[in-house]
């Protein structure tokens, strides 16, 4: 919805009363910073904790020691997009005497997630990373949502890469140190993959609660359907036609004859030329579209330009920078990397990587 997703997760904080907040970074640390600076614009206050070293999910949290040590605190994963009561779960995390409680939501395929076998009081006997085929004793998978009291300092070792689901929640079960879960509802996932992103993104769409327009907005014989959301300076010519939901930024052009379909999301800066079809597709800034192409279920990124008469097919990612030449189909699920050029009628069915940036 063209705004950083860590902006989303920092506005849901501050909306559950959480105003006291630390960052741990390493990787785009600058980037993250521009974003959010102090927190004050957000009514909450970030201190920032570097790591020069990957140190890990526990050991990172272990080097903001100084600024968690002398209360509970909540811990969320800085690529989630959640609408999770998380009062809630504090709250049920103080009145119960664990050292850690894990956020549980039921889903269906927790490969990609640590399970948790629970009790009916709530206490975790077992708890696996990422479990295989034959390993899914439960569907219970952790958010990555963790409740901790300070004393869990004692247990992770200082300066050194150590995780919580890996090594930290094993040692504290061996021990037999209590830990509890909880089973939340509503919407969470991790940004991680592009399966995740387009559902984050879909989900945060079916929100917009109506049509709203910043600034001015051109429109010549399009048929408009709602909720939208409208950049200033953005035009729409003859005979297109938008069914929201939808986000537009600023200053996107939209040719003539140009369809643009639900849970889609275009950028600042776009050209989207005439007789183009874009349909359940996220557009960052700054991307052209060509005459006849279309997106359908698709991520693309920053200063991409795509040429005529092409074709995007579901689940493509195209990095920022990308030149697609006329008359290119890009097939199902394929990646494309930043700053590759394809060259014009090419039919791309395997993922481009570009080296530079592995």
């Not at 879960?181 to 993104?201: C, I, K, N, P």
Request: hydrophobic share 35%.
């Amino acid at each position: 919805m063209n705004k950083p997703s860590v902006v989303h997760l920092i506005e849901h904080l501050a909306k559950e009363g959480f105003n006291e907040i630390v960052i741990t970074i390493g990787y785009m640390a600058e980037k993250i910073e521009e974003s959010l600076g102090d927190g004050r614009m957000f009514g909450v206050h970030i201190d920032y904790v570097y790591e020069e070293t990957k140190l890990g999910t526990a050991g990172s949290v272990k080097n903001a020691e100084e600024y968690l040590k002398d209360e509970p605190f909540i811990i969320v994963g800085g690529d989630h997009v959640m609408d999770l009561n998380l009062r809630n779960m504090y709250r049920y995390h103080e009145t119960n005497d664990a050292m850690v409680t894990i956020g549980l939501m039921s889903i269906d395929d927790p490969r990609e997630f640590g399970i948790a076998d629970m009790d009916v009081n709530n206490r975790i006997h077992r708890f696996l990373e990422k479990p295989g085929p034959g390993e899914i004793f439960s569907n219970l998978a952790s958010t990555g949502i963790y409740m901790c009291c300070p004393e869990i300092f004692d247990w992770i070792p200082e300066n050194q890469q150590y995780d919580f689901a890996k090594d930290l929640f094993p040692a504290l079960m061996n021990d037999d140190r209590k830990i509890n879960g909880m089973l939340v509802r509503g919407h969470w996932t991790d940004v991680g993959s592009a399966h995740a992103y387009r559902e984050a993104q879909r989900w945060m769409l079916e929100s917009l609660p109506g049509t709203s327009i910043e600034g001015n907005f051109k429109t010549k014989n399009s048929r408009i359907v709602g909720p939208l959301k409208i950049g200033n300076n953005v035009s729409v010519g003859s005979n297109s036609a938008l069914v929201g939901p939808i986000v537009i930024g600023e200053n996107t052009t939209i040719g003539n004859n140009v369809l643009i379909g639900p849970y889609t999301a275009i950028g600042s800066n776009c050209v989207i030329k005439d007789n183009s079809r874009i349909l359940s597709s996220y557009i960052f800034n700054d991307v052209t579209i060509g005459n006849n192409s279309n997106a359908s279920g698709s991520i693309i990124d920053n200063n991409t330009v795509i040429g005529k008469n092409c074709s995007m097919e579901n689940g493509t990612v195209i990095g920022p920078r990308v030149n697609i030449n006329d008359d290119s189909t890009i097939h199902s699920d394929v990646k494309i990397w930043p700053e590759i050029n394809i060259k014009a009628g090419s039919r791309i069915k395997e993922t481009i990587i570009d080296p530079e940036f592995e």
